[in-house]
């Protein structure tokens, strides 16, 4: 709420006049006018890959980052992005996965590798990416498949575009007990753990140098720290409260018992750019305004326009190739940011205030009683 506030005091004096009832329009150039404050320093590109959502469940899998030469001058007050940005250095290091990673995958393999006649999910091409990858990866692993024997997959539940696997005690479907409850929620990691790897090509790039977690992490906080660190670098991640929060929770992660902080530890204390919030404010109120429909059709998600960063690399025809890696990923959006900026650059001196207003709508304060 406070934030909120912020934002529309901020419209408010820049919005109306000096004069009462003159509006100063509010021009999607003004997104240069943010892109400037960090022009002095250096901008990293960061990603990361997880097995899931779950910052206190999932390990992180890979980092990805990537310091540029932003080809970004400041001629008088105007920034101008004279050339497309450049790779100088760049980070990029696998984690070795977890004893809890390996054991949920375990589970899933086991019970799904012997499955009764007539048992599968619908969606059989995912199932052969899932069950090929876990082969993969537990090839070189102690894997025990007769504690699971008790148990059997009956089936799979669909859930919105996810099919969850059914787990009960083979001899007694009807018996529930917390033995059963452990396995079905290892079952369903392990499943979900499985699709993601495959998505995330994490067992390619054989090249990619893999540690452990923490050792990752170290090695990335030390790859800021060499390019500048907290005072001379700006972090420019695509949704960066999902990226910031899981590496938060699994920073101090204690590696005896696999705990991480409750609320986590601050990990940065630099400065942070969310492209997410950037393309909202301004890219999709300038479409609005211009009915681009060529644009809008691009990237038009159901009823809305998507700031997803794989279907504006598409509609702007930055290479998405590899998408879902964390390295191809932040080069992904170091182009998308460019093209995006590229195209507020040529139209954004239109008025988008009608539009702005509408994504950024003055807060409604709460009555006191």
């Known amino acids: 709420m406070k934030l909120l506030m912020e934002n529309w005091r901020k419209y408010l004096k820049e919005a109306i006049g000096d004069k009462p009832g003159t509006v100063v329009p509010i021009t999607a150039n003004r997104m240069f006018d943010e892109l400037k404050l960090y022009a002095g320093k250096k901008w990293i590109f960061f990603d990361t890959e997880t097995q899931g959502f779950s910052a206190s469940s999932f390990q992180l899998t890979e980092i990805g980052a990537i310091s540029v030469d932003t080809g970004i001058e400041i001629e008088g007050d105007e920034m101008v992005w004279k050339n497309p940005p450049k790779v100088v250095s760049q980070f990029n290091e696998k984690a070795t996965l977890d004893n809890r990673s390996i054991g949920s ?69 009807e018996r529930e007990d917390e033995s059963l409850a452990d396995v079905r929620g290892a079952v369903k990691a392990g499943r979900e753990r499985g699709f993601v790897a495959s998505m995330t090509n994490y067992l390619g790039n054989e090249d990619v140098k893999r ?74 109120p300038l479409l609005k305004t211009t009915q681009d429909k060529e644009l809008m059709d691009k990237i038009k998600k159901g009823k809305f326009l998507s700031v997803s960063q794989g279907i504006l690399a598409t509609a702007f025809e930055v290479n998405a190739e590899h998408w879902h890696t964390a390295i191809a990923d932040v080069e992904m959006l170091m182009g998308v940011l460019y093209e995006v900026s590229k195209y507020v650059q040529e139209h954004g001196d239109v008025d988008i205030r009608k539009a702005y207003t509408q994504a950024y709508p003055k807060p409604k304060r709460k009555r006191r009683r």
């Open 211 to 284: 540690s452990d977690e923490q050792t990752m992490l170290k090695n990335f906080m030390k790859f800021l720290d060499d390019e500048g660190g907290p005072e001379g670098v700006v972090l420019i991640i695509h949704n960066a409260k999902f990226d910031m929060k899981m590496i938060s929770r699994r920073f101090l992660t204690d590696p005896e018992t696999g705990k991480a902080p409750h609320k986590g530890v601050k990990w940065w204390k630099g400065k942070v750019f969310d492209t997410v919030t950037l393309f909202q404010r301004y890219f999709i």
């Open 105 to 173: 995958m375990s589970a899933y393999y086991c019970l799904a590798s012997n499955l009764d006649d007539g048992v599968a999910p619908v969606d059989t091409a995912r199932e052969n990416d899932v069950m090929s990858t876990l082969s993969a990866i537990l090839k070189n692993e102690k894997v025990d498949c007769s504690q699971y024997k008790p148990f059997s997959i009956i089936g799979y539940e669909k859930k919105g575009k996810r099919e969850s696997p059914m787990v009960v005690y083979r001899d007694d479907p």
